[in-house]
């Protein structure tokens, strides 16, 4: 379980006392109550058992140049919405943990075929963010990184900061384009791709595949039933439960130095309800995965062995604690909260990632749909209670727990991503090599396998769609597999714009609620040109995609680009080839369904854009891509490129507003210190928290810093053990009743593994005087406590 591998961390940098001094640590962690000898010893044995413990390949041959990096991208942290449920009430207001851009970058030579794929904390790829890192890469590197291979993935959290795309459907909750979130996405796709490439060396990459159980159920089981029942009957269950995993070891030293594994699961463990910037289950899996790997290969690693931990005085502690009393708020420099952050990204780091994939109709609420009224299961057709669908809503293996649910699901996945990069032996070699094509999915000509021929149509919307899921339900009037409009919509949609006859046409069965590729007031309100792209690393094949599939649209993708590289391959492609579809990739066109399902107009037939063909459209384009591949052969030049709308974007959120503490009150003072317990100590799993005068967190995300950290007493120093990276920390913002000035809370779930000691809550911020004037940065600890 991952809480047995998350490790309470020790800072070896510069710690600022209160006094202001900087002082150097070098702290002996677990071996501190040792001597000398004993030490050195114990250190001795670890290494040699962890050589075990950790098994390398017997043969690196180091086939391809491998580099790995990871960078903050976490957004805006207060009044942002959140994208993915599309609920205005839901505004960012803290961080439960950090959001990252992981990025490995594989190369035959310094000089041969090369390709970067960065896997994104964000709800799915942006084709403005993509166009403007492209132009970034360029100035950097010329023409070594374009758009033919450069893939951009999303993981599809529902809880990540919004208003980075372009198109004005994905802008509406937003208010609008937000370039803080965009910028802070950019920034961190640019510099993990730089310390990807710089960090290229000589490596070998395995692959190793596996089931993850009940991680993932379907969530639109009903239209799944409609695939045909010889299909179905080739598959043991309605999703995929398959993980693919890359394994990237370094050939000079023999170590890992990363791993990206694909498995298809909604982000969406945090409900609609949520205000705590979060990767949901798959950022929480990374965070497992890279803390895991770094506490089984330190030697002063807590985790790996179980050593007596000296017995203490909690009366003492106690006493000692109640001494120590806040600080009061310290003005400190921009990067004070980098010194104080517990993982450092100054060195080269191990880089675990869990990238999206076939996702369109799974969900991590694995324990099914109910009425919330009733507690009884939902309408199977409908996702529906008694016609209405706001009351029929998913439950995760935690319910009511959201937190609880992310842990899990992330864990589900983390475990079997330590099985598969335990044991991965298969080694990948072979070509590296790329195809890439820009297609305008408003009219596509389909060939459907000798039955006729069919178009795609302009993007539009089904009913289905305002219906919601079972994850996030929709509005009232509306139910999943609705192909009626009632009047009242209906002058609503005429309004904003009645749909042509021939998209009524094209369309069907869908009736069209919104007309989205005939809507270009103020901009275009949905993607015309979308790209599709095949990545090729030896015996891998990697899909990209710009949507969600659903998992028999997948399915149907996966095998007729395996068939059409077999049959064009001339023995370089077999049975055994991996097909990995990477899903949300490089832009975003919502989803896609088989024609089947699409018939019944639920959420994810309703949302398929392009009409009834849209799949059979990606698969005809897809094999063209895949024929080319096969045979060496470049596709023809065309001058079809998506818009860059960045000029025409509305931007309708308000600036922070002037943060104003109460005459005498200075940000980082203590608005609640922490309420001490009535025995003394703090017990593990109790939440101790304390409330500080602070800043709107919108004036400095602290990239690659912190708003929170929790300090423990190491002899006279104070040592950073937790930041806001941490799944048992939270930093939550709010504004106070009276003086509408910033308040920030921060909460610590004590670990089970966590010492018994004496602890502090350090809160970091900034805040500007006036509109004009330089942002000002501060910081504040409380009182201290004991945790026995």
Known sequence: MAEEHSKSHESETPVVVDEGSAVETKDRGLFGFLGKKEEKSLKRSLNESLSSYIPMPGSTNGEYLIGVGSYDMTGPAAQVNLMGYANLEQNAAGVHFRLRARTFIVAESPQSARFAFVNLDAGMASQLVTIRVLERLRSRFGNLYTEENLAISGIHTHAGPGGYLQYLLYHVTSLGFVQQSFDAIVNAIEQSIVQAHQNLKPGSIFINTGDVENAGINRS?????????????????????????????????????????????????????????????????????????????????????????????????????????????????????????????????????????????????????????????CDFNHSSCHGDVRLCLGRGPGYPDEILSTKIIGERQFNKAVDLFMSATEELSGKIDYRHLYLNFTDLEVDLDGKGKAKTCPAALGPGFAAGTTDGPGMFGFEQGDTEINELWGKVRDALKEPSQHQADCQKPKNVLLSTGEMFDPYAWAPAILPIQILRLGRLIILSVPGEFTTMAGRRLREAVKKTLINNGEGDFDNETHIVIAGLTNTYSQYVATIEEYGQQ???????????????????????????????????????????????????????????????????????????????????????????????????????????????????????????????????????NITFSSLATIEWEVPKEASSGVYRLRHFGSFKKTYKSPVEYFTGASSAFTVS
């Open 221 to 377: 089981p009903s239209a799944y039933l409609l695939n045909p029942a010889q299909e179905r009957a080739r598959y043991p269950a309605n999703v995929d439960k398959e993980m693919n995993l890359l394994k990237f070891v370094d050939k000079a030293t023999g170590k890992s130095i990363g791993a990206f594994s694909w498995y298809a699961t909604h982000g969406t463990s945090m409900s609609r309800d949520n205000k705590l910037i979060s990767g949901d289950n798959k950022g929480a899996a990374a965070r497992f995965f890279e803390d895991w790997f770094t506490s089984t290969t330190k030697s002063n690693s807590t985790t790996v062995m179980n050593f007596p931990t000296p017995e203490v005085d909690i009366d003492k502690l106690i006493e000692k604690a109640q001494k120590i009393k806040a600080t009061g708020g310290q003005s400190c420099n921009k990067r004070a909260s980098q010194a104080f952050k517990v993982r450092k990204n100054n060195v080269s780091p191990f880089v675990g990632a869990f990238c999206q994939s076939n996702v369109g109709d799974v969900t991590p609420n694995v324990l099914g749909s109910f009425c919330t009224d009733s507690g009884k299961p």
């Open 602 to 736: 639920r959420y994810e037939g309703a949302s398929t854009l392009y009409g009834p063909h849209t799949l059979s459209a990606y698969i005809q384009e897809f094999n063209k891509l895949a024929e080319a591949l096969a045979k060496g052969e470049r596709l023809p030049k065309t001058d079809l490129s998506p818009p860059d709308l960045s000029s025409k974007q509305y931007r309708l959120l308000l600036p922070p507003w002037i943060d104003s503490p109460p005459k005498g009150v200075k940000f980082g003072d203590m608005k609640q210190d922490i309420t001490q317990p009535k025995d003394g100590s703090f017990k593990k799993g109790e939440r101790p928290s304390a409330t500080f005068w602070s800043g709107n967190p919108r004036f400095d995300l602290l990239t690659e810093g912190t708003f929170a950290v929790v300090e423990m007493l190491k002899g006279k120093r104070w040592v950073p053990v937790y930041d806001d990276d941490d799944f048992s920390l939270y930093f939550k913002w709010k504004l106070d």
